[in-house]
């Protein structure tokens, strides 16, 4: 069965960092595009940023402040956060997906308030 698991989360202040996990099979992360969406309470689900191998690409609200990378051996992919600002305040889900089939994690709450 398809599992994505993300931690990282937390409550952090304006201006600080976090990193966010996402572990999933060998099976699906060596074939799947593998993303970060969020959520912020009352809004739609909106698109963080993807990595196609070692290609990132990410939304303009971010760029500059998050990094998408990979850990091959460890089945995992990553979103650093820097610089954060409380409008990056939401719950961050891990996708991966490859044509049709599509799997989300279960999400990790970020909360960035002074």
């Known amino acids: 069965q398809v599992q994505l698991v993300e931690s990282g989360g937390g409550l952090v202040q304006p201006g600080g960092s976090l990193r966010l996990s996402c572990v999933t099979s060998?099976?699906?992360?060596?074939?799947?595009?593998m993303g970060w969406y969020r959520q912020a309470p009352g809004l739609e689900r909106e698109l963080v940023g993807i990595i196609r191998g070692y290609s990132t690409e990410y939304r303009d609200s971010v760029k500059g402040r998050f990094t998408i990378s990979r850990d091959n051996a460890k089945n995992t992919v990553y979103l650093q956060m820097n610089s954060l600002k409380p409008e990056d305040t939401a719950v961050y889900y891990c996708?991966?997906?490859?044509?049709?089939?599509?799997?989300w994690g279960q999400g990790t709450q970020v909360t960035v308030s002074s």
């Open positions: 060998a099976s699906i992360f060596s074939t799947y595009t």
């Open positions: 996708n991966a997906k490859y044509g049709a089939y599509e799997y």
